[in-house]
């Protein structure tokens, strides 16, 4: 490295290190109004003990068997991260393509020490009534789905691995520009890649959407609806896309609520789109992947570096227990957003009534805990819990409006 | 050595005579009707010859002798149908009546009763393959009439215009109706040793002729990793991707460079290197995806990088006439090509199982997919202009004495 190299690595760090906060106090700006306070709500009033009872039940088993597979994939990883380099003798395809095979293996090995504990939460769906999908049928379809996560793991290790090339242990830094401007690719055609789409033809729900689009002042949204129904009885619904490719998406099962909830849940989602949530969470993504890809150029030093494909296995580990660790953060971020959507919703649909009464069925058709435990929380929740909602519901009833 | 105790033995010259060529379906008519008589009787004897060699170990020489005669008239009236040979069969299917025979065991052997007992599930998979080389296949790559009755069709043609067979598409017959004889004689109990796949373990009638695109193989001990074997489909999708990015420009520019092969009988040395690569990475991936050989293979094609790879010679005049009209030329082999890549799907897909719970591939399906790899890399080095040299169907080795011209 030369004498003008060395000075320019510490400045170098401090913009970087500058654009990552700056980068933050911009993401973290919420049109939910800062000194709301949300009344403190009690479950058993919105929902009979046996509605908890049941919720609890489920969510519990399901909680053991998520510790457990998270428990199995860190020990898969661990035991991949110190014999998988082994699997460099599988390979002629030089330094790069070793390196997408390793990824893939990594993967592969993640997906079979996993594969029981989601045939159990599968098997809990089937006996709640959640899910209607067969055992062979599911493990296919996620065996196939696989086949994605591959191709995406793929594009991410030759990103890398070819900065690697060029820059050696510093290629996280046009790395993960990168790496976000795959994501901003993805989610401009990712509404192209789900499957089972068509239009929503309900004329009422359609006459909904337009006037809340003209409400939230956004152009018009086309609104889709997506075929589940004969997997799931889950309701969900999504907002999707990039610009021209911007759309909502109505999962089937949640067509036979009432207007009023399917009314507020176009709302939410249109808020979403409101606040371009999407490109905020691909800002979150690099604010995030920022770190994340400097400490695993780190722990991946002795091994050589990602230049090597010897030090993948050991990368994903790092990834993945950094992802870990990070979640609850990142849960936070997602949650800040989604509780953004709910507040604009309430401000578009003004019926906290039905927002009351949707976050009420979504719960008991999920049989999801409406006040789970704060770790729970904390690691999967990415939406605030169900009371979180109707609270904010009952805060703008009160005196948000 | 080759030690199978069915031997398909061949004495059939190329040469055809024409009118007996154009009528031969009409021509076979009696066959088929004392054929569909036999198998009827063949049902019955089958059975109480499994039950006989369930109990004693061995067939009942009636049974035997019955079966056997039964298995070789199979082998004559498919020769004759396919063109393999010309002279028209006897109905009783008699040792050494005709050019393309078998050599069976005279007597019934002591058989295992553990394999007698199981013998339709055991056979599952030579009767799958078996498919794929007469008929009926429908396998990922092709939805075929066999290799047999596909070179039957094509032969026809050719035997019809020309007098004579030629001579890639009669040892292909060759081989597959050895694979089927070898089938029949294990389903009927005949031996106990299980079709042998392989096809190069027997003797052809010659040798290959001098090809400027050759399969080359390493040292395989046939070891397979079982995790990448377990993932082998969704292993390969990354290359799938970058195969149909790459087949792009390849295609591209084999349309450039059959314009400038039309005008100057040659393919641009630029073209020439790019093709050979593109064709050479397409021979890798598909012997990585068909369990053929284990390594994950590169994304370059780059010459001597996998062990199952493609000599591609220096580029050279090319027949002009070849170049105009390859798009025409080419179908014949497109056919051969796809029922013979059926035959290496199929055999991948019982590779698969095979190598998941041993850790080996069984070399004979091994070598059938190291067969069709050869004649797919011919192919499309012919498709792709790279030699005017027609694909060489023959599973034939090159022999010492066809070296380089």
Known sequence: ?401 | MYEHPVQLTNEAGLERSRLTVFFRLLLAIPHFVWFSFWTIGVFFVAIFNWFATLFRGRSPVFCHNFLTAYVRYTTHISAYVSLTANPFPDFVGRPGSYPVDLQLPDAPDMQNRWKTGFRLILGLPAFILDAAFVGGSRSGYSNSGGVLWTNAFLAWWACLFTGRMPEGLRDLNLYALRYSAQTHAYALLVTDRYPNADPFVAPTPGSAPYHPVRLTTADDDMTRSRLTVFFRLLLVIPHFVWLILWSIPAYLCAIVGWFAALFTGHLPDWAHRFLSRFVRYYTHLNAFFLIAANPFPGFTGAPGTYPIDLEIDARALQNRWKTGFRIILMIPALAVASTVGGVAFLGAFLGWFAALFTGRMPRNLRQSQVFSLRYSGQFYAYLLLLTDRYPFASPAPPSAASSAP
């Open chain 1, 1 to 401: 490295m030369t004498a003008a190299a060395r000075r320019a690595t510490p400045l170098l760090g401090l913009a970087l290190l500058a654009a990552w906060i700056w980068g933050i106090t911009q993401l973290l700006h919420t049109s939910v109004p800062s000194g709301l306070h949300l009344p403190h709500l009690r479950a058993s009033d919105y929902f009979t003990p046996a509605q908890l009872h049941r919720a609890r039940n489920y969510e519990r088993f399901v909680r053991i068997d998520y510790v457990l597979s998270l428990v199995a994939l860190l020990l898969a990883l661990i035991g991949y991260a110190l014999r998988g380099n082994r699997f460099t003798r599988e390979s002629a395809a030089g330094r790069v393509g070793t390196g997408l095979l390793l990824g893939m293996l990594g993967l592969g090995i993640v997906w079979l020490a996993q594969l029981p504990f989601g045939v159990a939460e599968l098997w809990w769906e089937r006996r709640h009534g959640i899910s209607h999908q067969g055992y062979v049928s599911w493990i296919l379809d996620s065996f196939f789905g696989l086949g994605g996560t591959f191709l995406a793991i793929c594009f991410v290790i030759a990103i890398v691995m070819g900065f690697a090339g060029l820059l050696g242990n510093r290629w996280w830094i046009p790395g993960v520009p990168a790496l976000v401007g795959v994501g901003v690719l993805l989610a401009f055609i990712s509404p192209f890649l789900i499957p089972s789409v068509h239009p929503l033809h309900n004329a009422r729900l359609l006459a909904d959407a337009r006037g809340l689009e003209q409400v939230e002042k956004l152009p018009s949204v086309p609104v889709k609806v997506q075929e589940v129904h004969t997997f799931t009885t889950a309701p969900n619904a999504e907002s999707v896309g990039l610009g021209p490719t911007r759309r909502v998406i109505l999962w089937d099962t949640l067509l036979g609520f009432p207007r009023r909830e399917v009314r507020v849940v176009i709302a939410h989602e249109l808020g979403h789109l409101k606040h371009e949530h999407i490109w905020k969470g691909l800002g979150w993504q690099a604010v995030f992947l920022l770190p994340i890809a400097f400490l695993i150029a780190l722990a991946t030093r002795r091994r050589g570096g990602l230049y090597v494909p010897e030090a993948v296995p050991l990368a994903l580990l790092v990834f993945v227990v950094l992802q870990l660790a990070s979640s609850p953060l990142q849960n936070a971020v997602s949650s800040r957003m989604e509780a953004e959507a709910d507040w604009t919703a309430l401000g578009a649909t003004r019926d906290p009534a039905a927002a009351t009464a949707l976050f009420k069925r979504l719960s008991t058709t999920s049989l999801a805990d409406p006040s789970p435990p704060g770790w729970w929380q904390g690691l999967t929740g990415d939406h605030p819990s169900i009371m979180r909602r109707i609270e904010m519901s009952r805060a703008w009833e009160v005196g948000g409006r």
